[in-house]
């Protein structure tokens, strides 16, 4: 088996197939996606709230991002891996873009990076993919601007909706092979796909889009507290998880763990 390519993807999204992206953080969880034939996986800067305990995506460090990207490119064989440049780490310019993207790259072995913002960011994108790096770009909600936008719907009104299509059609003038639209209205994001030739790939943007994603802690039922009504909970792993830790604990406590079989003599 090979991995999957970028080109696979534009050209599954020109047959007109719809496909999945699931993030992953680790090589383990990862493995089984990749088994259970996700085609693309997202190392996002979600690993932030997801699996190292931050409050936001803001405190992610490129440290983290190429330990855990590493990890998830070897726990698959399939998958097309795509990592996130998290916050500062393109903000400076195309070069320091560049340079944060090719150690995703060339260390931790990922085929291809995601950053955030349209219009803002494609001098970066363009680079990049100059560099023969591809991208993914990511525009709508951007949480590494929660600081200054919140978690809300965006593109509503006229002039949010004009200013999204322009970041759309940015992202894809800079070269990006597809394009994340995060929580915008099913109307725009349809539009944006009909406007856009490379995939869109939707988050809390409907079903017109090309590709959808989930945060997999989100959609294994994993996250603890208020998840985003966007969301869908295909399992209750935290339910699976708590049950497993008590039984565990009370066969401790009641000395029925470990049992005869589990023991060497
Ligand atoms: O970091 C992430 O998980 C993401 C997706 C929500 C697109 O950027
Ligand atoms: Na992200």
């Known amino acids: 088996t090979r991995r999957i390519t970028v080109h696979d993807i534009a050209a599954a999204s020109e047959r007109g197939e719809k496909w999945p992206m699931l993030t992953a953080y680790d090589a383990m969880t990862a493995s089984v996606f990749d088994e259970a034939g996700i085609p693309v996986m997202l190392v996002g800067d979600s690993m932030g709230n997801c699996h190292l ?3 936001t995506t803001v405190p992610v460090t490129m440290d983290e991002m190429a330990m855990l990207s590493a990890a998830v490119v070897r726990g698959t064989k399939r998958a097309l891996i795509v990592a996130d440049l998290p916050f500062g780490a393109y903000q400076e310019g195309p070069v320091q873009a560049l340079r944060n993207a090719t150690r995703l790259i060339k260390d931790a072995g990922v085929g291809a990076v995601k950053l955030e913002g349209g219009e803002r960011s494609h001098e970066q994108i363009r680079l990049l993919v100059e560099a023969g790096i591809p991208v993914m770009g990511h525009i709508g909600l951007t949480p590494q601007s929660v600081n200054a936008m919140g978690y809300r719907v965006q593109g509503r009104g006229e002039e949010a909706a004009q200013q999204l299509l322009r970041d759309a059609k940015a992202v ?62 295909y399992a ?19 000395g029925t763990f470990p049992a005869a079989e589990h023991t060497f003599h």
């Open 236 to 254: 209750n792993m935290r339910q699976v998880l708590t049950d497993a830790a008590k039984e565990y604990a009370e066969e401790v406590i009641g």
């Open 53 to 55: 305990g931050y409050e």
């Open 172 to 233: 894809q003038d800079a070269g990006a092979f597809a394009v994340v639209l995060e929580l915008v209205p099913a109307e725009l994001a349809a539009e944006v796909t009909r406007t856009l030739h490379i995939p869109t790939v939707g988050i809390g943007a409907g079903p017109d889009t090309d590709a959808q994603v989930l945060v997999y802690t989100d959609m294994v039922g994993l996250t603890g507290g208020k998840v985003p009504r966007f969301t869908k909970q």
